[in-house]
């Protein structure tokens, strides 16, 4: 069996191609996992925009340096086994390369789950280096693969900014009386995005504002969970003195200094993933807040303190149900799962993505 890799150049994010060589053997208490299909979104644009930043062209390196494999999620299943505890045919959920397998080394192995424990990733984060076992999965179920591939490491993203930000009371933007505080989401059209406006609609005295594209605005109105939509070049239409708290999925340095120009009650920025990679930017030098940078695993780390692991999983899953609920509701569902098999498919899904030009309402499914 041949392995075979999508490469990115780092410096040149549109500049790919594929590696293919032979699998290498297997070490005692390795598992070889067929990968059987993976999400692209921009937030595999995000990982690659800041892959050195973030160490995400750690998590699966090339051999070449100047190459990297881009992380996905995804399904795939145990082809070949060396570990006494999995068996081939067992279906795993986890974080993948954009490849046909991965060699993985499993380290203590639980019913639900395992953790990758690979000398390379060591000292990374284990949120990322955690597979679930999907007999065991409280998440899983067999008819919703495509839509957990899509959108479950990004809701799991929103419903901790949501977390994050009632757990700080949303810095005080609620408290200021007879306003209602104003949140605004940029590349409102994004999943992490409209997942993170799903939660947030639902607290009191709130109002969720999504920020995008003119040829976005009527798919982010047809939602139904923002407040209303702006597109970019209408921030004057909010008020400037209304409390506010940006939470930026762009990564659009223009834009960001453009609102905090503008918002001369801007309480927290929070600086989330870089969908606009040709415009990303710094956050030196600008007015009020601090742009700051939301790391998932912190919360997930510090809600695991006060709750316990099985407390937070809990309410992530409760979370899940409601808003898988509301994507797939019959008659209005908001995404269409669309398939690519195969090199040239895969290839030309991923310069769709990285141009930002998709239609919001697909997702990507790959599969080499």
Not at 51 to 75: E, L, T
Not at 221 to 248: F, H, K, M, N
Not at 271 to 284: C, E, L, N, P, Y
Not at 318 to 323: D, E, L, N, S, T
């Amino acid at each position: 069996m041949n392995t075979i890799n999508l490469l990115v150049r780092k410096d040149s994010l549109g500049t790919t191609q594929f590696a293919t060589a032979p699998a290498p053997t297997l070490a005692q208490g390795q598992i070889r996992v067929a990968i059987e299909r993976f999400a692209l979104t921009s937030n595999n644009i995000t990982y690659a925009a800041m892959g050195d930043a973030m160490q995400y062209w750690r998590f699966f390196p090339a051999q070449d340096k100047a190459w990297g494999r881009i992380p996905v999620w995804g399904f795939g299943t145990v082809q070949e086994s060396h570990h006494p505890l999995l068996e081939v045919g067992e279906k795993l959920y986890g974080y993948f390369p954009m490849a046909n397998s991965v060699d993985l080394t499993p380290g203590t192995i639980s019913p639900a789950y395992f953790f990758d424990t690979a000398s390379h990733r060591a000292e990374l984060h284990p949120v990322y280096n955690q597979y679930m076992r999907c007999s065991a999965d409280p998440f899983y179920t067999a008819d919703t693969e495509d839509l957990q591939s899509l959108l479950r490491p990004l809701f799991i993203t929103s419903w901790l900014i949501d977390d994050f930000l009632a757990d700080n009371a949303f810095f005080g933007a609620t408290a200021v009386p007879g306003q209602r505080a104003q949140l605004l989401l940029s590349s409102a059209s994004s999943k992490t995005a409209y997942g993170t406006a799903f939660q947030l609609a639902q607290h009191e005295g709130v109002d969720v504002v999504g920020l995008t594209s003119p040829g976005n605005v009527a798919f982010c109105e047809s939602l139904g969970c923002y407040t209303r939509v702006l597109t970019y070049d209408q921030l004057d239409q909010i008020a400037p003195d209304a409390p506010c708290v940006y939470v930026d999925f762009a990564g659009n340095a223009t834009l960001r200094k453009a609102i905090h120009t503008h918002c001369k009650q801007l309480k927290f920025s929070s600086s989330i993933g870089a969908t606009h990679v040709s415009q990303m930017g710094g956050a030196k030098d600008l007015p009020g807040p601090k742009a700051t940078l939301f790391f998932a695993p912190a919360q997930i780390k510090k809600r695991s303190a006060e709750w316990g692991s099985q407390g937070l999983a809990q309410r992530m899953v409760q979370g899940w149900r409601a808003f898988i609920a509301k994507v797939q509701k019959p008659g209005h569902a908001w995404l269409t799962v669309e398939r690519h098999q195969g090199q040239a498919a895969v290839q030309a899904a991923y310069a769709q993505v990285l141009g930002g030009k998709g239609d919001p309402h697909a997702g990507h499914i790959l599969s080499l």
